[in-house]
């Protein structure tokens, strides 16, 4: 039987307030977080499904430019582990550098041929052969093999993924930290209602559900206060990222579980918080008499 | 007052309270309580006096079992309470009534929830404790204050609140610290006319009071304490 009568006083009062502008702040700093380990796994999983199994080999200009570029091209097409090897035309090649460095400087500059390369087989010792031909049809020519860079950047991006989920740990003992204080405040201030309470035959779990759900109460207050905060955060944020350059900032598209989560926030704050006053309660209690 | 439901006896009553070589300090002072024996029948009303200090309320808060005795048993309805745990205790509780001379009602629920919240502790249905406290609330006369705040009544009202707290789980023993203390005397004759009818019906009650003039109208049997040490005392004849 769940009922919202509650016989504790002060149920909007000043301890209330503060639980709930607290729990806000949390709530809203956790859906961050949230959105962040989202973004990185989408980008992660973006870069490996693009770049997996490809290299480039990049072909610098100087003397005999156009004849090593169609020998190399010609070395890789005849070679056993690549399945696919094209050049990029000059005009993708300008487009994906003219965000960095300007349209004027891109005309001029004397820049390397570069080849797409999708290999039928990735493994370290084909990649090194086909390095071995490359080398010989071009020795100044360079293989990048993306997995070298991504991984790099997949460990940055994971590193990332590391801190948010450290703040949703630390966002989690903050809240059960401040509940277990508020409560301990609480039980202090209503020491005379818990007396009246116990000499009418309350056991020690109805005044512990009494608490409980205040706390249930006072944190889902705050966390869709602190998501309501979030939404239009996340907006700015939003639109600030759709402005960058796609090339610099890929867009992602956030799965349902990340809105999810973020929904889920309010009540798991509410959860955590009944817990932490129930067993908060209940040990005090236990002390007595 | 039509009574609720009464609750089954798990077994027969025996005595309703008995004290064993009961000892009381605080925090290792010095005994408040000393070597005290008692024994209350079921169905009897006694008055507990004594001087300010001799030990009343150390002694009802034994009994209410809001404290347990340094040494000695306490035993309630044939239940030692000396090793019983804290849930067991609440148990025990239910099915004792206590008014005190402050009142202690909840200022921030209406008399109705006041009177209401031994059922609802217990988890009786809502319809009953509707039922229940609402006639009650009649017995004592105040059908037209369910709704107001212990504040917004007189002294008198407040403690009628507090009586009717006290009984409405049908209680098998009321203890009462001084529930005449701070009302004038033609309402203290009043309330404790209500005592009687409650012990009439079968309570066995116990009121603590420095009130003589009641003492001396109400012919029941007295329980003394002079620092800490009980003697009985026959009723006083009228």
């Not at chain 2, 009464?6 to 009381?24: A, F, H, M, W």
């Not at chain 2, 002294?155 to 009717?164: D, H, L, S, Y």
Request: some cysteine; aromatic content about 4%; proline content about 6%.
């Amino acid at each position: 039987m769940f009922t919202l009568r509650s016989d504790l006083p002060l149920r909007g009062g000043g301890s209330g307030r503060f639980v709930a502008s607290l729990v806000m702040v949390l709530v809203f700093i956790a859906a961050f977080a949230v959105t962040l380990s989202s973004y990185v796994g989408v980008l992660i999983s973006g870069w490996e499904r693009g770049v997996s199994g490809t290299l480039t080999v990049q072909v610098p200009a100087g003397e005999n430019f156009d004849a090593e570029v169609a020998k190399t091209l010609d070395v890789l097409a005849r070679h056993p582990a690549v399945a696919h090897a094209s050049l990029v035309p000059r005009a993708q090649v300008d487009a994906l550098l003219k965000p960095w460095i300007g349209e004027g400087a891109v005309k001029d500059l004397p820049l390397p041929a570069l080849i797409d390369v999708e290999m039928r087989d990735s493994d370290p010792a084909a990649v090194a052969a086909v390095d071995a031909s490359v080398k010989a049809a071009a020795p100044r020519a360079v293989i990048d093999e993306h997995r070298v860079g991504l991984a790099r950047v997949a460990s940055f991006a994971r590193g990332l993924g590391g801190v948010a989920a450290a703040i949703i740990v630390l966002v989690t003992a903050a809240l059960a930290v401040t509940i277990i204080f508020a409560t301990r405040a609480s039980l202090t201030e209503c020491a005379q209602v818990i007396e009246v309470l116990h000499v009418v035959g309350a056991k020690d779990g109805y005044v512990a559900g009494q608490f409980a759900r205040r706390a249930l109460l006072q944190a889902v207050t705050g966390g869709v206060a602190g998501l309501a905060l979030y939404a239009p955060a996340l907006g700015i944020v939003a639109v600030l990222a759709a402005r960058v350059d796609p090339e610099i900032l890929p867009p992602a598209h956030l799965p349902l579980a990340h809105w999810l989560a973020l929904a889920l926030l309010p009540p798991a704050a509410g959860v955590l918080a009944m817990l932490s006053a129930n067993i908060t309660v209940r040990r005090t209690l236990a002390a007595k008499i | 007052m039509n009574p609720p439901t009464p609750q089954v006896e798990k077994k027969l009553p025996g005595d309703t309270i008995s004290l064993n070589q009961v000892g009381l300090r605080y925090d290792g002072g010095p005994e408040v309580l000393s070597d005290l024996s008692l024994t209350i029948a079921p169905g009897s009303f006694h008055f507990l006096t004594g001087p300010s200090g001799a030990g009343k309320t150390s002694l009802l808060s034994l009994m209410y079992l809001a404290k347990r005795p340094t040494r000695g048993r306490v035993l309630l309805f044939g239940e030692d309470t000396t090793a019983a745990k804290r849930t067991r205790l609440a148990i025990m509780r239910r099915r004792l009534g206590v008014v005190f001379q402050d009142f202690r009602l909840l200022d921030h629920m209406t008399a109705f929830d006041n009177v209401a919240l031994p059922l609802r502790v217990a988890g009786v249905a809502p319809g009953v404790v509707q039922r229940d406290v609402t006639e009650l609330l009649k017995w004592v006369g105040l059908e037209n204050e369910m709704d107001k705040h212990p504040p917004a009544l007189s002294g008198g009202q407040q403690q009628r609140v507090a009586i009717a707290r006290a009984v409405v789980n049908r209680p098998k023993l009321i203890l009462a610290d001084e529930p005449t203390g701070n009302v004038d005397d033609a309402i203290a004759l009043r309330l404790m006319t209500l005592f009687v009818e409650l012990h009439k019906i079968g309570s066995s009650v116990i009121i603590a009071t420095h009130n003589h003039a009641l003492v001396e109208r109400f012919p029941f049997p007295r329980l003394h304490l002079e620092d800490g040490v009980l003697t009985r005392m026959p009723a006083a004849r009228n």
